[in-house]
């Protein structure tokens, strides 16, 4: 089936860190990916997404996702964290067939420690 | 000038009422779909509208059921709320909806508690 999965459940990071949170998709033909984040009792904002090209996305607040197609993964990185980048982050993929699908990880909590 | 909102924000209520959760986007777009987080915080899609048209029905309960007014609208009923039933709900929006290319925008979300 096709899927992503993030690995780890929770990362702490000290602000000033550089942050990686990992994704491997599951998927036959070439993924359309995305990277969401949830802040405490809020909805979820787009970071960034991949559909084809560039290999390195860039998006919103600082953050970047590289493509790699020999590993299956999509990770998610910031060169340096912020205190307010603490949230809960998801790898998602769109499946379609009958309407887009948004299939999503399990989600990553970071907690930046100051 | 908020894309996608959510009526209401918290909702808690007794087993066994009816009750509606309301969204509206103001994008333009064609496409509406409502999403349930649950205690985990998984996400999974519930439906998608497309034009007012029903195009996505995973495996709901039938006591769920979406009503699109407009494509600006898309609100979901519930009847006979469970415990179960306890969970995040988010509505979202995308411009096409049936090309990979779309983007969803997602609402701040209706966290809904069943006592």
């Known amino acids: 089936a096709q899927s992503v999965t993030q690995p780890d459940i929770h990362i702490t990071v000290s602000e000033g860190a550089s942050l990686e949170l990992r994704c491997n998709y599951s998927y036959g033909a070439t993924p359309y990916l995305f990277w969401y984040v949830q802040s405490p009792g809020q909805g979820l904002q787009l970071l960034l997404k991949?559909?084809?090209?560039?290999?390195l996305v860039q998006g919103i607040k600082g953050f970047e996702a590289e493509f790699k197609r020999s590993q299956s993964s999509f990770n998610l990185r910031k060169p340096s964290v912020h205190w307010s980048d603490a949230a809960e982050y998801f790898c998602a993929v769109v499946l379609t067939g009958g309407g887009n699908k948004l299939t999503f990880g399990t989600g990553t909590q970071l907690k930046v420690e100051l | 000038d908020t894309a996608v909102s959510q009526t209401p924000k918290y909702l808690v209520t007794q087993m066994g009422n009816d009750k509606s959760i309301k969204c509206e986007q103001n994008l333009g777009h064609d496409t509406m779909y409502w999403y349930k987080q649950d205690s985990k915080k998984f996400l999974k899609i519930m439906f998608s509208y497309n034009n007012k048209e029903l195009i996505i029905n995973e495996t709901v309960p039938n006591r769920f059921s979406p009503k699109s007014p407009d494509k600006a609208h898309l609100n979901l009923h519930i009847n006979s709320l469970e415990l179960g039933d306890s969970a995040v709900y988010f509505c979202?929006?995308?411009?096409?909806?049936?090309?990979?290319?779309?983007?969803?925008?997602f609402g701040p979300g209706t966290r809904l508690t069943v006592l």
């Open positions: 991949y559909f084809s090209g560039d290999t």
């Open positions: 979202a929006s995308s411009q096409w909806g049936y090309s990979r290319l779309d983007t969803q925008y």
